[in-house]
């Protein structure tokens, strides 16, 4: 059983609000959003038709603005 399985879900509209916030942007969320729900670099690169590097890029932002 994966850790994530036992993880309480936020509903995403407030992730979105919370994330918008504290300055994440769209295309920063979206790529976030993919990976709180568990989707692989390489899937959330193919869902957004961008690079694997793209994903790490946006992830990492998203990850600096809600620090």
Do not use: H, W
Request: charged share 20%; net charge negative; with cysteine.
């Amino acid at each position: 059983m994966e850790a994530t399985a036992n993880m309480f879900q936020m509903p995403e509209n407030f992730i979105k609000e919370v994330a918008t916030s504290y300055g994440v942007t769209k295309t920063e969320l979206d790529a976030l959003l993919l990976a709180i729900n568990d989707c692989p670099g390489a899937e959330i690169a193919v869902k957004l038709n961008i690079s694997q590097p793209a994903v790490r890029k946006r992830l990492g932002e998203a990850t600096a603005s809600l620090a």
